[in-house]
């Protein structure tokens, strides 16, 4: 409980007068008293000084507006009594590393990658839902969409079938986009290395400069990064996922908050109080995009205004309207990696996920 009225706890140097009462004796529990308040302070609102709240080490990939969700609740962490920040790895491999070896306590990324990782013997699981689509978009150089005679026009089997050949960027292995580029191959029935070649490079900056120099044929990657390609280097968007033009993708957990069960179990508060977070980052981002957008922009102080803006509005569309966990999405992606990968991951599908710190985060009422 927080004490509303001021307390002035003074120093050595400067001692309060002490107050007389009775006959003249000078009172030791006028002091005692005042020492009684000021503890109480610190003990009873620790969290007005920084002391109560609880530390959450969110693991990521590369910086990407895609994760404005992220941003947007580590801002708003403190107001539920945690003390966020970010770790930002190059892929979803070495952020869910980061997760089994508790430097991060939270992992962001798709429940296919948790599958795979509790096939292998991880105690984790899946506690909210962030984003519920694929945001990303598959953009090639405009020389070679107009030599291959790809228009919007076009069946995307057929968009996707002129691909043959070339060389696609992504993020690193492990990465959202670059499972969901090796889905789409194995849907498509292409040869790996052999009808297309990957080429795992980094995020959005990269990824542009390799388009720019031609190193790469084209990518697959969130906004604004198909916005820049198509305004800038004669990028063509072949597919937009985010737009539902994949019907296979429609509507699978993309972005999800991963923990290990005990980290999760030993204190169920704190879990709760991280859904709550995001919880309220995706109401501001739909309700108050301005509040939501100041607390994004320090992380991309040099992209350009309209960049931003693009990249914000894709990354607030797919964003669910629940935090809650439906089997049916976590069996998409156990379709998903069975597909792209050619893993079957044979477990009950709520040993992968749990709602409990979302109906516990319901009850908090912030």
Request: with cysteine; hydrophobic share 45%; aromatic share 8%.
């Amino acid at each position: 409980m927080r004490l509303k009225a001021r307390i002035s706890c003074h120093s050595e140097t400067d001692p309060p007068e002490p107050k007389t009462i009775g006959r003249g004796f000078r009172s030791k529990g006028g002091l005692a008293l005042l020492i009684a308040l000021c503890l109480m302070v610190f003990t009873s609102a620790p969290e007005a000084f920084g002391q109560a709240r609880k530390k959450v080490v969110i693991g990521q990939g590369p910086s990407s507006l895609v994760y404005s969700a992220v941003y947007v609740a580590v801002a708003q962490m403190p107001d539920f009594g945690l003390d966020g920040s970010i770790l930002f790895f190059r892929g979803g491999a070495e952020a869910m590393a980061a997760l089994f070896s508790s430097n991060s306590q939270v992992y962001i990324g798709p429940p296919s990658t948790a599958m795979k990782a509790i096939a292998q013997g991880q105690d984790l699981r899946v506690f909210g839902a962030i984003i519920g689509d694929v945001p990303e978009q598959l953009v090639i150089q405009g020389d070679i969409a107009r030599k291959k005679g790809i228009t919007a026009a076009m069946p995307v089997a057929q968009r996707i079938a002129a691909l043959r050949g070339l060389t696609i960027g992504t993020s690193p292995p492990g990465s959202a986009p670059y499972q969901v580029l090796r889905y789409i191959m194995s849907a498509e029935k292409f040869t790996a290395d052999r009808d297309l070649t990957i080429a795992p490079l980094g995020d959005t900056g990269p990824l542009l400069a390799a388009l720019e120099q031609k190193r790469i044929d084209g990518f697959i990657y969130s906004q604004p990064a198909a916005d820049i390609a198509t305004a800038n280097f004669d990028g063509v968007i072949v597919v937009d996922l985010a737009k539902g033009e994949y019907p296979a993708l429609r509507d699978i957990l993309y972005h999800t908050l991963v923990g290990k069960t005990d980290w999760l179990a030993a204190d169920p508060d704190r879990a709760a109080r991280v859904v709550a977070s995001f919880a309220k980052a995706i109401r501001l981002m739909r309700d108050d995009p301005a509040k939501a957008k100041a607390a994004i922009r320090p992380y991309f102080k040099d992209m350009a205004q309209e960049d931003f803006d693009s990249g914000f509005a894709a990354a607030a569309a797919p964003l669910v309207s629940s935090m809650r966990i439906e089997p049916r999405s976590i069996e998409l992606n156990r379709d998903f990696v069975k597909v792209g990968e050619g893993l079957v991951l044979d477990m009950p599908v709520d040993k992968v996920y749990t709602n409990t710190y979302v109906d516990r985060a319901e009850k908090l009422g912030k």
